[in-house]
């Protein structure tokens, strides 16, 4: 099961950027300006009967968003999984 810490998570994509010389295209804090949700966290979301996404429990949720700790020290992050949003633009 992928981990999410938030705290770690922030470092981690510190760390690559800095390792790798990587532009660091993430939000400092985590927090997506777009849609206010923080990146490494994970939301569990349904649809609606007109298709639009309803945040939920994660027990409850028929899909998954959010950058684990390993993916923030592994890959860089261009863009918010929740949203969508790009941050490389």
Known sequence: MAKFDINQSINAQAKL???????????KSGVCWC???NIYEQIG??????GRKIRVDLEKADFKTGISTEKA????????PHCNRTYCD
């Not at 950027?17 to 939000?27: D, Q």
């Not at 979301?45 to 007109?50: G, P």
């Open 17 to 27: 950027c800095e390792k790798k010389n990587y532009p660091h295209f993430a939000p």
């Open 35 to 37: 849609c206010n949700q």
């Open 45 to 50: 979301w349904k649809r609606d009967e007109l």
């Open 73 to 80: 020290g592994k890959e860089l992050i261009t863009g918010c």
